[in-house]
């Protein structure tokens, strides 16, 4: 009971003071110590929480939602098509892929390369990243590739941004349990045990919110993603040891 408190503590922490990275915090911690499927059941509850909470901090969701709506159609089918292999996998393999994802995720960050979309492109551009994240999504419990850069290269402004991944990830956290749910690996009895990590997780956003006010974002940043590549490291090699 005291690791997922720690783990949702420090997963709070963490999107407190960066606006996101709850998820990707738990499944990298809670994954090395237990299946992953197991560990995305209990993210369902403090993630859409936290997330719904993220969205709804703003005047924009509406617009977002409009605009944003052929992705988060393809978040919810890729991710329900691909919890099949959250639930059927050995726990190695998805456990592989979740380390591969975060890894990805950290290098992509760390390089920051700047790019940016053509508004005419998001017609056709945003269902493709929406299937693609959402297969992750689904395989891995991780919310964050490539739907984080591609938001990121809306161009939007900043509070438009911090509620454009609250919308994505809220969609992937829902299309994640009704995924679980339809292949048997979630049940409405887990539901308790996943919403008393709600209390934690919010404590640690307070203190992330405190922490961002008073050192460096950019240090704090690199630190952050130095230690989602470290654990996506362990989780990748595992299946070779």
Request: proline share 7%; net charge positive.
């Amino acid at each position: 009971m005291w690791i997922i408190v720690s783990t949702f503590l420090i997963a709070g922490l963490v999107k407190g003071a960066t606006g996101m990275g709850l998820p990707t915090i738990a499944m990298g911690l809670l994954g090395a110590l237990m299946p992953p499927v197991a560990a995305a059941t209990m993210l369902v509850v403090p993630s859409f929480v936290t997330n719904a909470w993220q969205l709804a901090s703003g005047p924009a969701a509406v617009g977002l939602v409009r605009r944003l709506w052929p992705m988060m159609l393809g978040i919810v089918m890729g991710t329900v098509a691909g919890s099949a292999l959250l639930v059927r996998m050995d726990p190695l393999w998805t456990g592989l892929a979740l380390g591969v994802a975060l890894m990805g995720h950290a290098g992509y960050a760390l390089a920051s390369p700047s790019a940016s979309v053509p508004r005419r492109s998001e017609p056709w551009l945003s269902p493709v990243v929406g299937l693609v994240t959402g297969a992750i999504s689904g395989a891995t419990g991780v919310f964050v590739m490539p739907a984080v850069p591609y938001l990121q290269s809306l161009r939007l402004d900043k509070d438009e941004l911090v509620q454009a991944l609250g919308l994505s990830f809220t969609v992937s956290t829902v299309a994640l349990a009704t995924g679980l749910w339809g292949h048997g690996a979630f049940r409405p009895g887990q539901l308790g045990l996943s919403a008393l990590a709600v209390v934690p997780a919010l404590a640690g956003m307070w203190v992330g919110q405190r922490i961002r006010a008073r050192i460096s974002q950019v240090v704090f940043r690199r630190c952050f993603l130095l230690l989602l590549f470290v654990l996506g490291s362990e989780l990748a090699l595992r299946p070779l040891f």
